[in-house]
């Protein structure tokens, strides 16, 4: 029996469709955390100085909090449009510290790029 390839590739194709329609849902950070990872930090805090932490989401868990530096601003509209997850700005030299720990290293240093 010789099957039509193209309603085979419909098939598939409708059923890639369906799947990511369903998972349209999901927001950035849900989809980072159905992941699991040891430390995420979506820099989504909207707490103004002096209080200055950065929430690790990760597994690794509070231990691994950052700190945000002077120049950052909290709460303004993450990067994905549609999507209500907040985010950081950063200026100049502005950063946040995460703290050294071999659960968030295999090798020292390191470094994350926003």
């Known amino acids: 029996m010789n099957k039509n390839p193209y309603k085979i590739l419909l098939s598939s194709l409708m059923i890639l469709v369906s799947t990511i329609v369903a998972r349209a849902d999901l927001s950035y950070s849900n989809a980072v955390m159905a992941l699991n990872p040891v430390a995420y930090w979506p820099l ?15 597994t690794a868990g509070s231990a691994y909090n950052g700190y945000y530096g002077a120049g950052v601003t909290l709460g303004v509209a993450g990067a994905l449009a549609g999507d209500s997850d907040t985010a950081a700005a950063f200026t100049g030299n502005s950063a946040v510290d995460i703290p050294f720990g071999s659960a968030v290293s295999i090798h020292s240093p390191f470094s994350v790029v926003v």
């Open 44 to 58: 989504e805090e909207t707490n103004q100085p002096p209080s200055n932490l950065a929430t690790n989401l990760g």
